[in-house]
């Protein structure tokens, strides 16, 4: 397990090589009288040259960095840093400095004085890493050791909150499973404590803290990590509640990127999941190389006029600066669900419509890609047709084809209106942009287990009653995501997603033990009683989705057999138009271009059925549903 972290090393460093490293070796004292094993690579320092120190803090063993070092490679003789790794108390070199429940936040205080205090120091230190190695940038930061200067976490968050571990009440069970693959041993105090108590709302107390933090941030983080969220909370804490000296100071990196630790794909990689992004590599170093040169070296680079924020607008695959994010300008918008299996500006028209599907947690919905940890797992934007959409076991709602791009900044979410003739069950939903070429590439997702619905503490559980329907909101992680012209946006609606999230055993049972499963019969509402629809904060400007399905067409005879008969309406004789026709399931079944007259005769060939019928000028739409016999 621990080889995931030696690729990632290797893989961000700038340049490869056989050549090992060779380290002075050290061991630093702490306050409880322990000793912490030490790596140092030091530059030339012959005539008492001295130099800044980049602090490493890490539970996946110092040694890995014999190969290579983040920003230099190997090419240690002629970096501007000293660089000095140190493993965790408990871990490798450190095993024997094991103390239970020792804040570690204390050891990053005393490796950063040690090291200030050593000859070859020029008193100032930083901190770089990524995922735990973040995480323990901000425990150091917080005890304000007086020679620490800056920090780079990359993402990374301090918060040990309730929904990190439990999102919408239900597991995340394949990132359990990797944190005791990777020796911190969190399962057994994690599924004792299975709903929200005394001992979460401690954990969250003292683990978000952006008032203790008193040197600048840079903040490295992806869209498709698995603690945006966090890292964003953390990020906003601490422009308002820092000191203040460093309060305008903190910036943010947000790209397009994966967790990483195993695979291609890493933070900076171009390659992310099945996508590319080749204009995002090398972001996160180049940054990183400015902001130590600024706070470290007194380079005047330009790095204190940048903006705020820095991120990646995935789709549009441009890099955008601001000083606040989301952007001014973006606002919520509901997609509302139709029977059809079309998502849509408004809701469906009558007040019976539904969809439904049987969940079988001996058979669940597969994860495919995704804020995922755990080795087996693919990482990223993965096409979910195959796997995932193929499934009797799912719902499927995709607008028609956008005519103009959609740009999305902000927390997208479902609201559904369900029922199921089980007690408790979970609802999940699959957030895809889906491609000219069919593909439906995964953006984001997000689970609702049903018990919780009221909150998450035990006195919040309420099992469902059949025949009863409940209102569940389902929150997905933020993204900055554009949705271009040519493309659909799609919701899947399942309940599972499985091993991201545990697997619902339908029988209203104690949670994530072994026993028998039940097969739930689960129902979304579609109707304008019921209408289920997708929150997405979508930027306003004049040709928005709200500006389709404005009038409906009129044509005759409907129902039909052979031939339809179409009115242009009249504002629209003389334009170029194309005509569009949707089948139940969202996909387009039949198409004309180039419409022009006073009416038009088609004859689709299509089987008996419902559909919806599209009428296109370029801007806008107007649409009917037709009938099939």
Known sequence: MKNLIFIFFILASVSISAQ??????????????????????????????????????????????????????????????????????????????????????????????????????????????????????????????????????????????????????????????QLDALGYGMSPILYANTHYNLLWAYSESTTFYPDSIHVPMLMIGGWYDHNPNEGIAIFEGMRLQSDIAVRDKHKILMGPWVHGGHGAAQVGTSLQGQLSYPAAAGWQDSLTWRFFG????????????????????????????TSQWP???????????????????????????????????????????????????????????????????????????LSFDVAVQGYPKCILYVSSDRKDTDFAVRLTDVYPDGRSMLLLDGIHRMRFRNG????????????????????????????????????????????????????????????????????????????SHLLLPLMSYPSTISEMETEKLNVYPNPFTDVLNLEIPGDWQGQNLRLEIYGEDGKLVYSQESLTGNAVQVSPTLASGQYLMILWNGEFSKSCIIQRY
Request: charged share 15%.
């Open 327 to 401: 952007e001014s300008g973006y606002n919520d918008f509901q997609l509302y669900m139709h029977a059809s299996g079309l998502l849509m500006s408004d809701q469906a028209p009558n007040t019976i419509d539904s969809l439904s599907f049987n969940y079988n947690p001996a058979d669940p919905s597969p994860t495919v890609g995704g804020p995922t940890l755990r080795t087996d797992q693919l990482q990223g934007p993965y096409d979910q047709t195959d796997s995932v959409e193929s499934r009797n076991d799912i719902l499927v709602f995709t607008t028609p084809e």
């Open 20 to 177: 090992i490293l060779t380290p002075a070796i050290d061991s630093i004292p702490t306050q409880d009288g322990k000793k912490l094993a030490a790596d140092i690579y030091l530059p030339d320092t012959s005539g008492g040259k001295t130099y800044p120190t980049i602090l490493i803090h890490t539970p996946y063993n110092r040694l890995f960095y014999r190969w290579s070092l983040p920003l230099v490679g190997t090419d240690i003789a002629n970096s501007p840093f000293i660089f000095v790794i140190v493993d965790w108390r408990c871990f490798y070199g450190s095993a024997a400095a094991c103390a239970g429940s020792y804040d570690r936040g204390l050891d990053g205080y005393d490796a950063v004085e040690w090291i200030s205090a050593m000859p070859w120091s020029d008193g100032q230190v930083a901190t770089w890493g990524p995922s735990a190695l973040g995480k323990i940038q901000f425990e150091t930061a917080k005890h304000n050791p007086p020679h620490l200067v800056c920090c780079v976490p990359l993402v990374a968050a301090p918060q040990m909150m309730y929904e990190v571990y439990f999102p919408g009440g239900c597991a995340r069970e394949e990132y359990i499973d």
């Open 456 to 531: 998450y503490q035990v006195s919040d559980t309420a099992f469902m009653q059949t025949g009863n329907v409940y209102q569940v909101e389902i929150e997905m992680n933020p993204t900055s995501h554009t949705f271009v012209a040519g493309h659909k946006i799609r919701v899947d609606i399942s309940s599972a997603n499985y091993p991201r999230f545990n697997a619902n055993m339908n029988d209203g049972g104690e949670m994530y033990v072994s026993g028998d499963t039940l097969i739930a019969h689960n129902t979304v509402f579609c109707n304008s009683t019921y209408p």
């Open 294 to 321: 600024y706070y470290l070296l007194g380079e005047a680079n330009g790095y204190d006029t940048l903006n705020t924020w820095m991120y990646f607008q995935m789709g549009e695959d441009n890099w955008h600066s």
